[in-house]
């Protein structure tokens, strides 16, 4: 023992093991001190818990509210028999209390032999808490007990990573088959994973993979964790260099899609989406074609920056693979073509979604219809009106008012009242712009009488009439020489002056 902590004082890990009698393990955690200069970590508590047991929740209180010289005496006095089971539960809701947990774990190790999961717990606490000292102690606990695993290793690095101190992480590793756990590519894949998961550290997870990788054989989780590093960081050139070290140590392989999905990812966020579909081609080639996932990811980004070009690559190789596309992405894709004025090809997804197991709603039909409507399609407009009703989908307030503008202007004001009508009978809330577009239309067309007819209704569903509406509406009345324009220009002067 005292071997090894030579070792790890040489290796310059701060808090290495050394040998201490059996009596006194763990005992140094009645003065757990959190290491000085560091904000309070806030962690999950046991006071919003929904799972918690009554059991757990009544020492948990007491860990929170007693101070750390009271633990014990609280304890006793409830006279809760002390379960490896309620150890561990408490011990999940313990993090921000790191001393009086300790105290709550001394306590119960009196009563019986802590399980490998609550020592995992403690040492997971005290690391994360930047306890590192007391952590060792732990570890050391845990050997002489045969407890240790590589899960306890794994929340080691963990807790130095996020900690921001890498190197020591790096240095647990070199040193964790001293202590009964082997160094095999499941603890390679935790280290890596570990650094990765902190901002901007995938380079230094890459110097620890070139250091072991001749001597401890990579997997395609080993790659899928580098590779999720540099889609983080957005960094392409370090992608495609170890996408390309991956296959050549690997191969490919169906059950690699999440380095797939990361390394396509990062080239289509990385502007590199040629590239990215035909690394796809050659997947599909391999069987290896990444799943949803990527392709959902890919189209959000494709659509945003309007790539309309490769998103249509993107989905052909998709479908063409069998893959079932999403209510979702049909979406993104049909108001991509709405969006550059391709209506064919928007009707032709419409169409093939059903058979996909995809059924549109709301949205799909009024990205359409909205897309009719800005290119004035007067006849291709009227009938997909009709479907959407037919389909109870209708359009929103703003299509309608655009819709209404554009079939008098179009030539088919019926269908512009036949909308009107449709929005009173199934009692729309917004009204007012449809309204004002109703009356312009029937105005412009001379049709003075209706337009009477529906200003008299309006006037009752006190549905605002805009002030250039009026001024347009009372400037062409005054000129027209028809008597029912007359007429109409005294009803409305009326009513606006009442």
Same mark, same amino acid.
């Given at each position: 023992?005292?071997?090894?902590?030579?070792?790890?004082? /040489?290796?310059?890990?701060?808090? !290495?093991?050394?040998?201490?009698?059996?009596?006194? &393990?763990?005992?140094?955690?009645?003065?757990? /001190?959190?290491?000085?200069? &560091?904000?309070?970590?806030?962690?999950?508590?046991?006071?919003?818990?929904?799972?918690?047991?009554?059991?757990?929740?009544?020492?948990?209180?007491?860990?929170?509210?007693?101070?750390?010289?009271?633990?014990?005496?609280?304890?006793?006095?409830?006279?809760?028999?002390?379960?490896?089971?309620?150890?561990?539960?408490?011990?999940?809701?313990?993090?921000?209390?790191?001393?009086?947990?300790?105290?709550?774990?001394?306590?119960?190790?009196?009563?019986?032999?802590?399980?490998?999961?609550?020592?995992?717990?403690?040492?997971?606490?005290?690391?994360?808490?930047?306890?590192?000292?007391?952590?060792?102690?732990?570890?050391?606990?845990?050997?002489?007990?045969?407890?240790?695993?590589?899960?306890?290793?794994?929340?080691?690095?963990?807790?130095?990573?996020?900690?921001?101190?890498?190197?020591?992480?790096?240095?647990?590793?070199?040193?964790?088959?001293?202590?009964?756990?082997?160094?095999?590519?499941?603890?390679?894949?935790?280290?890596?994973?570990?650094?990765?998961?902190?901002?901007?550290?995938?380079?230094?997870?890459?110097?620890?993979?070139?250091?072991?990788?001749?001597?401890?054989?990579?997997?395609?989780?080993?790659?899928?964790?580098?590779?999720?590093?540099?889609?983080?960081?957005?960094?392409?050139?370090?992608?495609?260099?170890?996408?390309?070290?991956?296959?050549?140590?690997?191969?490919?392989?169906?059950?690699?899609?999440?380095?797939?999905?990361?390394?396509?990812?990062?080239?289509?966020?990385?502007?590199?989406?040629?590239?990215?579909?035909?690394?796809?081609?050659?997947?599909?080639?391999?069987?290896?074609?990444?799943?949803?996932?990527?392709?959902?990811?890919?189209?959000?980004?494709?659509?945003?920056?309007?790539?309309?070009?490769?998103?249509?690559?993107?989905?052909?190789?998709?479908?063409?693979?069998?893959?079932?596309?999403?209510?979702?992405?049909?979406?993104?894709?049909?108001?991509?073509?709405?969006?550059?004025?391709?209506?064919?090809?928007?009707?032709?997804?419409?169409?093939?979604?059903?058979?996909?197991?995809?059924? !549109?709603?709301?949205?799909?039909?009024?990205?359409?219809?909205?897309?009719?409507?800005?290119?004035?399609?007067?006849?291709?407009?009227?009938?997909?009106?009709?479907?959407?009703?037919?389909?109870?989908?209708?359009?929103?307030?703003?299509?309608?008012?655009?819709?209404?503008?554009?079939?008098?202007?179009?030539?088919?004001?019926?269908?512009?009242?036949?909308?009107?009508?449709?929005?009173?009978?199934?009692?729309?809330?917004? &009204?007012?712009?449809?309204?004002?577009?109703?009356?312009?239309?029937?105005?412009?067309?001379?049709?003075?009488?209706?337009?009477?007819?529906?200003?008299?209704?309006?006037?009752? /569903?006190?549905?605002?009439?805009?002030?250039?509406?009026?001024?347009?509406?009372?400037?062409?009345?005054?000129?027209?020489?028809?008597?029912?324009? /007359?007429?109409?220009?005294?009803?409305?002067?009326?009513?606006?002056?009442?």
């Amino acid at each position: 023992m005292e071997a090894m902590a030579e070792h790890l004082g /040489r290796s310059g890990l701060r808090y !290495p093991p050394k040998s201490v009698p059996s009596s006194q &393990l763990l005992t140094n955690h009645a003065s757990l /001190r959190l290491l000085p200069n &560091l904000q309070p970590l806030q962690f999950p508590s046991h006071v919003h818990a929904n799972d918690i047991s009554p059991l757990a929740k009544t020492v948990c209180d007491i860990l929170a509210r007693a101070s750390p010289e009271e633990i014990e005496a609280s304890l006793d006095s409830t006279e809760i028999p002390a379960n490896p089971i309620l150890v561990e539960e408490v011990l999940k809701y313990s993090y921000n209390y790191p001393t009086s947990a300790v105290k709550f774990f001394r306590w119960a190790g009196q009563k019986h032999k802590h399980s490998a999961i609550a020592w995992n717990l403690m040492v997971d606490l005290l690391g994360k808490n930047q306890a590192f000292e007391q952590m060792w102690d732990a570890i050391r606990s845990m050997k002489r007990e045969g407890a240790l695993s590589m899960a306890t290793f794994a929340s080691v690095f963990s807790s130095y990573c996020s900690a921001g101190r890498v190197n020591e992480a790096v240095m647990s590793f070199d040193v964790m088959d001293q202590y009964g756990v082997e160094q095999d590519t499941v603890a390679v894949n935790s280290i890596l994973s570990a650094i990765c998961a902190e901002d901007m550290q995938t380079m230094r997870a890459l110097e620890v993979y070139d250091k072991i990788k001749g001597k401890i054989p990579p997997d395609g989780d080993t790659f899928a964790i580098l590779l999720e590093g540099w889609e983080k960081e957005g960094n392409v050139d370090k992608a495609k260099n170890t996408f390309g070290e991956m296959v050549a140590r690997i191969g490919w392989s169906s059950q690699n899609m999440s380095a797939y999905d990361a390394f396509l990812t990062t080239l289509v966020r990385g502007s590199h989406a040629e590239e990215a579909i035909k690394f796809l081609q050659v997947m599909k080639g391999k069987n290896c074609l990444p799943g949803l996932k990527f392709f959902s990811t890919a189209l959000d980004i494709l659509s945003k920056s309007d790539d309309l070009h490769n998103c249509i690559l993107l989905w052909d190789i998709m479908v063409s693979s069998g893959l079932m596309p999403s209510l979702f992405m049909y979406n993104q894709m049909i108001g991509l073509l709405c969006k550059n004025d391709d209506t064919d090809n928007a009707f032709r997804l419409l169409d093939e979604m059903v058979f996909h197991g995809a059924f !549109p709603d709301s949205l799909t039909y009024n990205m359409i219809f909205e897309c009719l409507v800005k290119n004035k399609k007067v006849r291709e407009a009227a009938k997909f009106f009709v479907e959407m009703i037919k389909n109870e989908l209708p359009p929103t307030h703003s299509n309608c008012s655009m819709a209404i503008s554009m079939f008098f202007n179009g030539d088919d004001p019926e269908t512009g009242v036949d909308i009107w009508n449709y929005m009173i009978d199934n009692c729309f809330l917004h &009204l007012d712009a449809s309204a004002n577009a109703l009356l312009l239309g029937l105005c412009t067309l001379g049709r003075f009488s209706e337009l009477r007819k529906f200003a008299e209704d309006m006037f009752d /569903r006190r549905i605002n009439i805009y002030e250039s509406t009026r001024e347009k509406l009372m400037d062409a009345l005054y000129k027209a020489e028809r008597r029912s324009a /007359r007429d109409t220009y005294d009803f409305l002067s009326r009513r606006w002056r009442a």
